[in-house]
């Protein structure tokens, strides 16, 4: 019988011919047969097998990593050998920075990385507020109203108007708002669009030509230095690289655009919707966090970033990373041929009893009391970690905390219905609507 490695103690080198373990065929095909999700699969292959496991879906096994150390080789230490062979967003984004390759990938990111952190973050706080004010005042309307909204469609909002001010310098207008709706759209279709890309493109060529439609309106706004009442956004600097850059065509700014439209609002919506779902059945953390330290304290803005923390490790930002080996390697004393599809599972990590005391129970105080979450890095990513982990964190979790920071204190969401699950596409979004009115 075939070992497998225990999480954040693999074994030490093995012999060269040394084959991952693998899943018995007869379970994959009773999974298939019950017509389950992926991540019921990987959890299945988990459970059997340990942090690495393989599976065949085809005449190729596909191999499984949760385990900390190999998630820290694959995605941190080794980037060159395990490598992004086709974004599944690909339709959508083209070849944003997301799905960008090789040089291709290291010259997009050198230029956005100044954005995202330090001097670069503060360019944004203006808008990130602005925007938490507005769905403030919307909140607070709906608490006087007794109105029934939905609390994902507000995440969604927010998180939209959020980007949108970043990249344009302007507030989200309606019809803005309504043509964008064709973002998550898309998003939510790609799991059962069809195999052949052609095919698929044609099944969202509607939501695809009014995205382009509202991208187009925005390059060319910026082209022509019409800066919003922020001062201009990131799209000034995607179109001030073309003067110079010969690379960044209208294309390539229009697929730059669209990247971060999907990854920075598809992914921060879905999280604060989780939150507030997690908070309906965990009501006391909601109490911690506002108990923790005066309104606008260090000690508050600690204990509401830990909400979103927590919430993150339950439904990271993305559930899966998958790579490609580009060359033969070893893992963990086993070998890897190149061409092997390598699924790396933060959802799966994240979830793991022998790295997370209790790890099904909603707990930030993992994130506030020194010790009580695993130290290996490779335990807690759900942005990714290394070299490819996502540009947009910090942007992300400074506008989640600035919005909660205005609505926890004064409005508790109480939901009319709830769904029925988890959609496991590009992101582990709530199945479902999520209607409430507010309470205080």
Same mark, same amino acid.
């Given at each position: 019988m075939a070992t497998h490695a225990r999480p954040g103690s693999l074994p030490g080198p093995a012999p060269a011919d040394r084959r991952f373990p693998e899943l018995d065929p007869a379970l994959v095909?009773?999974?298939?047969? &019950?017509?389950?999700?992926?991540? +019921?699969?990987?959890?299945?292959?988990?459970? %059997?097998?340990?942090? @690495?496991?393989?599976?065949r879906l085809g005449p190729r096994p596909t191999v499984l990593v949760t385990d900390p150390a190999a998630v820290q080789h694959?995605?941190?230490?080794? #980037?060159?050998?395990?490598?992004?062979?086709?974004?599944?967003?690909?339709?959508? @984004?083209?070849?944003?920075?997301?799905?960008?390759?090789?040089?291709?990938?290291q010259r997009q990111r050198r230029l956005l990385h100044s954005q995202f952190t330090g001097p670069g973050m503060r360019r944004y706080e203006q808008r990130i507020v602005g925007a938490a004010r507005t769905t403030a005042a919307r909140w607070a309307s709906y608490?006087?109203?007794?109105?029934?909204? +939905?609390? &994902?469609?507000? !995440?969604?909002?927010? /998180?939209? +108007?959020?980007?949108? %001010?970043?990249l344009t310098g302007h507030p989200l207008d309606p019809g803005t708002e309504?043509?964008?709706?064709?973002? #998550?759209?898309?998003?939510?279709? !790609? #799991? %059962?669009? #069809?195999?052949? &890309?052609?095919? /698929?493109?044609?099944?969202?060529?509607a939501e695809l030509a009014r995205i382009d439609d509202v991208a187009r309106r925005a390059i060319a706004a910026a082209r022509d230095g019409a800066a919003g009442p922020d001062g201009p956004g990131l799209l000034h600097v995607l179109t001030e690289a073309a003067g110079t850059r010969p690379e960044y065509t209208d294309r390539l700014i229009r697929d730059e655009l669209v990247t971060l439209l999907v990854a920075g609002h598809e992914t921060t919506a879905s999280t604060l919707t989780w939150l507030y779902l997690l908070l309906d059945r965990n009501p006391g953390a909601r109490e911690q966090a506002l108990a923790a330290g005066a309104e606008g304290s260090a000690q508050r803005r600690q204990a509401v970033q830990a909400l979103v923390q927590e919430t993150l490790r339950f439904y990271p930002s993305a559930w899966i990373l998958p790579r490609c080996a580009a060359q033969d390697d070893g893992l963990a004393g086993y070998e890897v041929e190149a061409g092997t599809d390598v699924l790396v599972c933060p959802y799966l990590t994240h979830r793991d009893a022998e790295l997370w005391a209790d790890p099904e129970v909603f707990d930030p105080g993992r994130f506030t009391t020194p010790g009580r979450r695993p130290a290996h890095p490779g335990s807690y990513f759900p942005f990714g970690i290394g070299p490819r982990a996502c540009l947009g964190q910090q942007f992300a979790l400074r506008e989640s905390t600035a919005l909660l920071e205005r609505l926890l204190p004064g409005h508790t969401p109480r939901f009319r219905s709830l769904p029925a699950g988890a959609a496991y596409g590009i992101t582990v979004r709530p199945d479902g609507p999520t209607p409430a009115v507010l309470g205080a």
């Open positions: 095909e009773e999974w298939q047969g &019950g017509g389950g999700e992926l991540v +019921d699969l990987f959890a299945l292959a988990r459970e %059997r097998l340990g942090g @690495i496991a393989a599976f694959v995605l941190a230490h080794h #980037p060159d050998r395990y490598v992004k062979r086709s974004h599944r967003a690909r339709l959508l @984004i083209g070849d944003g920075l997301l799905a960008a390759t090789g040089e291709a990938w608490a006087r109203t007794g109105e029934v909204f +939905d609390v &994902g469609e507000e !995440m969604r909002r927010f /998180a939209l +108007d959020t980007i949108w %001010r970043s309504r043509e964008l709706a064709a973002v #998550p759209a898309v998003v939510a279709a !790609m #799991p %059962r669009l #069809p195999a052949d &890309g052609a095919a /698929a493109e044609e099944a969202v060529a």
